[in-house]
């Protein structure tokens, strides 16, 4: 039993002490492949470090050589149509704005024509190191790129190249690769062109709000007044305005919004100032400047009827379609008198309010009217107003209706008014095969047409093609200027004829030169001239009668032509009843002197006609 008992414990001693060796040589295997391991990669270490490195530099270089081929294929692309489109701007005889035609308010303007302030200006509101950066804010892509992946907000910051590239050679979207679309094309943009070409560009495309876009479309809209006549102030807040264009428009006429840009514009300022692009004097003394109210008045409806006018003609001395002027960017420098324009308009406007309610010149009763000129039975009285510079031609004044947006005819050159006897003094004296030769034919002459036979008279019988268009220009160059076109349409001694026997007292024995006038020359030989302006009333149908009013006053300086019709439904009727309390003619002469007295009364007053005797009333 103890033999057993000692052999089973042997047996078991055995087995039990064998376990923990066999743990111990697995542990010493593991233990010896880790060492050989780390001996393996210690000897491989820079082997392995240099594949690293030899596959990363295989991976910059690919990545360089992709940007490189990128950027040799990438071309520079022409502008969008859209953004190179430009309107045609109207300005009077002064350079007062009138108007623009054409899909967009922009016109190109060469940079030297930009003054420096406000180059200076727009580069410290936008882009600081413009002068001297590669084109790219890689800041600004690195934003753009992050807010692509996660989602967040658009991104801006962009330099002033990234932003023209933008406006105007790429689309609106917003994602990574039009970013890296566009810093490749900043970037070569940058190599390419000059700084100035670029600031030109952009200049010339960004939006500033009020439908304008460029520097030149916003110094009118904001101010009034062209791009190279901005002032220091005045440049520094359109710089500020570039940020929130849209937000500014109301600047001038919003006192939350005129605030936020004051604020922005003596930042532009101070930038200005540190970076000596203006002195401490010029920061110290800048004023906020003051804006035009937007939106405009409803004058501008009125002043379409001076465009359609200028345009026609503005395009066919350019020899081009009216839709090819207006897209072509084009300053038509008419010959309008804009003050004088406006003040007619308006003196006609309360004119026919005060005789629409029944009343006649001061305080006269007469036949009650609906508003805007309309009789009880919806008869309309038409006023026109035509005034030129005798020998030259200018138009000055071409009223042919109160609201072009209800009237785009214009009563002034289309309106066809019955002569009447206002072509007797004309019958005997018009040469044969001259201008005026068929005057006398008409039966019913457009007032303009009227006015150039009176403008001859005054002249001593040169006639002068009526015009409208002074000169035009394109990015600062002269495409075109107006010269008078004058024939003789009656011998000097019956200019005086006629004169006379419109009641026009001729100076014939005194024979001195004209002045010049203005948008024309001076005669080479000099003419007769009026002692006292002509006055020459006419019309068809006479007292209850009357069927139109012509009332002319003419000088050497200036000849004015009012005519008065009146339609129903498109149909002509009787202009009596439709002025007042006055008799038509006399409503007509006071009309045709105060608008003459409105031009300065250029070579003396005429005489008001009499005004009609009231009728007798009854004593109690």
């Known amino acids: 039993m103890t033999a057993r008992h000692g052999l089973r414990g042997g047996a078991s001693g055995g087995v039990s002490g064998g376990a923990p060796g066999g743990a111990r040589d697995r542990l010493r295997a593991v233990g010896g492949r880790l060492r050989r391991t780390r001996l393996r990669l210690r ?15 295989a991976l910059s270089l690919s990545a360089c050589a992709a940007v490189v081929v990128a950027y040799r294929m990438t071309p520079v692309p022409e502008p969008h149509p859209e953004t190179v489109s430009q309107s045609t701007v109207f300005v009077d005889s002064e350079g007062e704005y009138l108007g623009r035609r054409g899909p967009v308010d922009r016109q190109d303007l060469p940079l030297r024509q930009v003054p420096r302030h406000v180059q200076d200006a727009v580069i410290a509101a936008e882009n600081r190191s413009f002068r001297t950066d590669s084109g790219v804010a890689p800041s600004a892509i690195l934003r753009a790129a992050l807010a692509a992946v996660t989602g967040g907000d658009r991104q801006g910051g962009s330099t002033i190249t990234q932003q023209y590239v933008k406006n105007a050679l790429l689309t609106p979207e917003q994602s990574l690769e039009r970013k890296v679309h566009e810093a490749l094309l900043a970037v070569k943009l940058d190599r390419t062109r000059s700084k100035d070409e670029i600031l030109e560009g952009y200049l010339n495309t960004v939006y500033f709000g009020r439908g304008a876009a460029g520097i030149e479309s916003a110094a009118r809209n904001y101010f009034g007044v062209g791009a190279k006549d901005l002032t220091v102030s005045q440049g520094a807040a359109l710089a500020g305005i570039l940020n929130l264009p849209s937000y500014y428009e109301r600047v001038g006429a919003d006192a939350k919004v005129t605030g936020t840009l004051q604020r922005r514009w003596a930042w532009v300022l101070d930038a200005m100032a540190d970076s000596g692009a203006i002195g401490a004097g010029e920061r110290a003394g800048a004023r906020f400047p003051a804006f035009r109210f937007y939106p405009p008045g409803s004058t501008d409806g009125r002043r379409q009827y001076l465009i359609d006018a200028a345009s026609a003609e503005a395009a066919d001395r350019l020899g081009i379609s009216q839709d090819q002027l207006a897209r072509g960017g084009y300053k038509v420098h008419t010959t309008f008198d804009l003050a004088l324009q406006d003040e007619t308009a308006e003196l006609v406007r309360e004119r026919t309010e005060s005789t629409a309610h029944g009343k006649g010149d001061k305080g006269d009763k007469g036949a009650k009217g609906s508003k805007d000129g ?6 309309r009285l038409h006023t026109a107003v035509v005034a030129t510079v005798p020998g030259d031609g200018a138009v000055r004044v071409l009223y042919g209706g109160a609201d072009y947006a209800h009237q785009p005819f214009n009563d002034a050159v289309d309106g066809a008014v019955e002569a009447g006897t206002v072509l007797d003094p004309f019958l005997k004296s018009l040469r044969s095969g001259g201008p005026l030769d068929d005057l006398v034919k008409e039966t019913a002459p457009t007032p303009l047409r009227m006015n150039a036979a009176y403008a001859t008279v005054a002249a001593g019988g040169t006639y002068a093609a009526p015009y409208t268009v002074a000169k035009i220009t394109k990015a600062g160059r ?23 026997a419109m009641g026009g007292a001729y100076a014939a024995d005194r024979l001195v030169a004209r002045p010049e006038v203005t948008g024309g020359t001076r005669p080479t030989a000099p003419d ?13 149908g006479s007292g209850p009668g009357a069927r139109t009013v012509w009332q002319s006053v003419y000088s050497p300086r200036l000849a004015l032509t009012l005519a008065l019709f009146a339609e129903r439904d498109g149909k ?38 009499p005004k009609p005797t009231p009728e007798p009333t009854n004593s109690p």
């Open 572 to 609: 002509p009727v009787r202009v009596a009843g439709l002025t007042g309390g006055q008799e038509p003619g006399t409503y007509a002469a006071q009309q045709a002197d105060e608008v003459w007295q409105l031009a300065g009364a250029p070579g003396g007053s005429v005489p008001v006609a």
């Open 43 to 57: 000897r491989t270490r820079a082997r392995r470090l240099r594949r690293v490195l030899a596959v990363l530099l």
């Open 528 to 540: 007769a001239v009026l002692t006292l302006p002509g006055s020459h009333a006419a019309g068809a």
């Open 374 to 379: 309309e009789g009880e039975k919806g008869a």
């Open 478 to 500: 002269t495409v075109h200027t107006a010269r008078p076109r004058r024939s003789t349409a009656m011998r000097e001694e019956e200019a005086v004829f006629v004169s006379g």
